[in-house]
């Protein structure tokens, strides 16, 4: 269980100081800067990775196989450049959709498998962090998500041409 919660502060704070690199430089607070981390900036993050471990260590961690729950952190981490990535992509899209007015909105139906509640969650988060999608509803018996869609192309679209492969990367994490 220590150990679970080390390697989760370890992943985190390395993550918060991903973050914020750059930070220190030039800033001119008075405190050191070490590095291009500003102190303060640092000791803000070893107190939030603290929290953010302890609160979240048996979630990220699998008390067997502490290794699985580090390839779990990564993969996170490597869905986070991707979910990026789209982002990218659909805000262009959308400013294209919107220059052209070419919009044909609509509530489609897809039907993702992913078998648990934190999968779900997750992709109906980056559907709806991506720009010209929202999850209306997700129904809780058949785990089909209506999604309103700002451009529908097809009368029955596949989870692929509305979320941009998040399906994969839930099921990869979550699952």
Known sequence: MVVAAILTFICLFLFYALLSLGSGVGLGTGMPDILWWDSGELIVGLILSTIAATASHKYMMNRENPSKGITTIFLFLAYLFVWFKELVK???????????????????????????????????????LTPGTFTVHIDEETGDFYIHWIEVKKEEPGSEDVANGFEKWARRVME
């Open 90 to 128: 659909a805000n262009l899209w959308v400013a294209k959709l919107i220059f052209t007015m070419k919009i044909k909105p609509g509530i489609v139906k897809i039907t993702p498998d992913l078998k648990t509640d934190i999968g779900r969650t997750m992709m109906a988060n980056s559907i709806t």
